[in-house]
């Protein structure tokens, strides 16, 4: 009697460590990747924006890079 329980409940761990580690995979690494692709251009393309000593032109090229950055992660998805 004892033994029926056992191996249901061991089956049943088995499984869940099995989906935990099914859900760390390639394709979500792939999709963060991506995500830090662009989140690193940003960042350069603002430090570049942050050396242009007129305020009107440097806010402009700061929206520009951060609406690369969103048009580059709507490509990840």
Known sequence: MKRTTVIPRL???FLVCLGTFAAVSPATV???RCKDRC???SRLRKAVCK???LKHERHLCEDAAKRAKNDCKHRCR
Do not use: K, T, Y
Request: glycine fraction near 8%; charge should be negative.
């Open 51 to 53: 050396e242009i000593p």
């Open 11 to 13: 089956s049943l761990a």
């Open 30 to 32: 792939a999709g963060n």
């Open 39 to 41: 989140n690193e251009v």
